[in-house]
């Protein structure tokens, strides 16, 4: 079982930025999709997917919201995924979560991702 650490998060003043890290224990990282997940517990009650990007980073997907503002990537040598948040608004306050999906193409459904990391909390002020 992959163990996920994420790290980065903050507070922020809204229009700022934060670089969301997670760092895989096993060597076995470049192997499969990673993906990022956010949920504001006093809004939703599910999961909101962020961004997915796939084994070798030749494909990126992203949610709407954060298209254009956010950029996923990682770097398989040092097993860690990345989360570059700019123009950040009070929208974005949640706890993110780094995943890991079961296979190396990047999806964007919740039930594809198997190993989930505890979350990092990022809070933007208007």
């Known amino acids: 079982q992959v163990q996920l650490v994420e790290s980065g998060g903050g507070s922020v003043q809204a229009g700022g930025s934060l670089r969301l890290s997670c760092t895989a224990s096993?060597?076995?990282?470049?192997?499969?999709?990673m993906g990022w997940f956010r949920q504001d517990p006093g809004k939703r009650h599910e999961r909101e997917f962020v961004a997915a990007i796939s084994v070798i980073g030749g494909d990126t997907y992203y949610a709407d919201s954060v298209k254009g503002r956010f950029t996923i990537s990682r770097d398989n040598a040092k097993s860690t995924l990345f989360l570059q948040m700019n123009r950040l608004t009070p929208e974005d306050t949640a706890i993110y979560y780094c995943?890991?999906?079961?296979?190396?193409?990047?999806?964007?459904?919740?039930?594809?991702?198997?190993?989930w990391g505890q979350g990092t909390q990022v809070t933007v002020s208007s």
């Open positions: 995943a890991r999906n079961r296979g190396p193409a990047a999806t964007m459904e919740k039930e594809d991702f198997i190993s």
């Open positions: 096993r060597r076995t990282f470049g192997t499969y999709a």
